[in-house]
């Protein structure tokens, strides 16, 4: 290939990337209202930053159904686990700083941590954990409604056995998150939230932003989360799933505070011309550090993608020859996605008080399209068919499960005889009770009947 064609294609690669092309305030808000009311959504926020600046910053719709309080640009949401690049971006500063080290074993930092195999436990580092190839499935419920503190979760995933050997696999997974995160606190001497405040909310600007539950419980300006009910189609009101030091998903804020967490994203680390986080640990948050298989259901959810790789608290593909960060944030009530175009200086974060919904998702992607100038997509339509393809083969599978069941039959035993305590080294105790013609179990916060199948 020649210098004269070679030169003609950089110039063409260095004109897509800079001829982003900005769009009008009522273009965007057109398009948010849309999406809010094709997901039926009470609302949404959402910030875009562009060569540094913020050129987009706006809620639409109500914090809460049948009252008049708007969601602005101030009010407060869970971001759940787009926490995951924050905790991420906390290590590098902590790497800065010569106190832990991405390779570093994790039990080096947090001397109760243990895997059921003693080698994966000896072996597997603060990088395995944050780019989810620990071998450890996602296990949830020992975190999920749960009264365990962080520790004991630790203590307690050691006794699960493993899905798969270090570094084999992708898998995702929240308590590595905690287990990095309780290494943070540890290392730093002193709880994680403040570590979030002092080395990257005060610094930003970010001033509403919290990792404590209560400061998102107080917020006078919050977003209620809503769900919607399969049998009558209506939104209801759900109770937010509230934890502190988890590092996976305890963080909250507005799309005010999210700005400039963009903005610093998209500048290298560097924050009004301070470097708060030395380049090389920065940049590493940004590196694919392992392969996310591309089953059928990733495929959906990045389409018009051919590889996905996981970073450091990221997700990291190419979009028609544009590098792509992003992570999505799920928690009962709220939806938050975030999506950077590091090249093209792009940065999204989308935010709504509905979940499930696929609203944060279509909004982003939207944006980048206009934003590229690349063909456009009706996104909407397509997650709409793609929650609609989801539900079905959920219904699928539960009619086949439905079918197997043999009916008419009743247990072989009386149902005394199945009451009791009954133990796991990591699920703790479950107490069966048996009340007249019916069984019950309680376990964790859980209290729930059992009925013969």
Not at 230 to 238: D, F, H, R, V
Not at 243 to 262: C, E, F, K, T
């Amino acid at each position: 290939m020649n210098r004269a064609l070679i030169s003609s294609l950089f110039v063409l690669v260095v004109s897509c990337v800079a001829n982003a092309q900005p769009q009008s305030e009522r273009q965007l808000d057109m398009l948010i209202k849309d999406a809010i009311k094709t997901f039926d959504a009470p609302g949404a926020a959402v910030v875009i930053v562009h060569e540094d600046k913020v050129v987009y910053l706006k809620g639409h719709g109500v914090r809460e159904l049948g009252k008049d309080e708007p969601i602005t640009e101030g009010t407060i949401f869970q971001i759940a686990s787009c926490t995951k690049a924050f905790l991420a971006m906390l290590l590098a500063m902590l790497c800065g700083d010569g106190v832990v080290d991405w390779d570093d074993p994790v039990h080096n930092h947090v001397p109760y941590f243990r895997l059921a195999d003693p080698l994966a436990g000896e072996n597997v580092t603060i990088r395995d954990m944050l780019c989810h190839r620990t071998g450890l499935s996602r296990h949830d419920l020992l975190w999920f409604k749960s009264t365990l503190t962080p520790e004991e979760v630790i203590r307690r995933v050691g006794h699960v056995k493993s899905t798969t050997s270090v570094r084999s696999n992708w898998e995702y997974a929240n308590i590595p998150f905690l287990t990095v995160g309780t290494a943070a606190s540890l290392v730093a001497r002193e709880p994680l939230a403040d570590g979030f405040k002092k080395r990257i909310f005060d610094p930003l600007g970010m001033k509403t932003a919290s990792a404590r539950a209560d400061d998102f419980l107080k917020a006078t300006n919050r977003a209620i989360g809503y769900r919607g009910n399969e049998k009558t189609g209506k939104l209801e009101p759900i109770a937010p799933l509230i934890y502190d030091s988890r590092g996976a998903g305890d963080i909250s804020a507005s799309v005010r505070d999210l700005g400039p967490w963009l903005r610093f994203q998209l500048g290298d680390g560097m924050w009004n011309g301070k470097r708060l986080v030395p380049a090389k640990h920065f940049r590493e948050t940004h590196t694919p550090q392992t392969l996310v298989k591309m089953t059928d259901v990733t495929k959906d959810a990045y389409p018009d993608v051919r590889q996905v790789s996981y970073g450091l608290g990221w997700f990291v593909y190419e979009y028609k020859g544009h590098q792509i960060l992003s992570h999505g944030g799920s928690l009962p009530g709220y939806r938050a996605q975030t999506m950077i175009v590091p090249q093209a200086k792009l940065g999204i974060v989308a935010l709504t008080n509905r979940n499930p919904s696929f609203l944060t998702e279509a909004v982003c992607k939207t944006v980048v399209d206009r934003f590229l100038n690349l063909p456009a997509k009706d996104w909407n339509d397509y997650f709409v068919k793609l929650d609609k393809k989801q539900k079905a083969e959920k219904d699928k599978k539960e009619a086949g499960i439905q079918a197997k069941r043999k009916r008419d039959t009743k247990p072989s035993r009386d149902l005394k005889a199945f009451a009791g305590v009954y133990e796991h080294p990591a699920y703790g105790k479950a107490t069966i009770r048996a009340e007249k013609e019916s069984l019950s179990i309680q376990w964790s916060t859980f209290q729930l009947p059992l009925m013969h199948w």
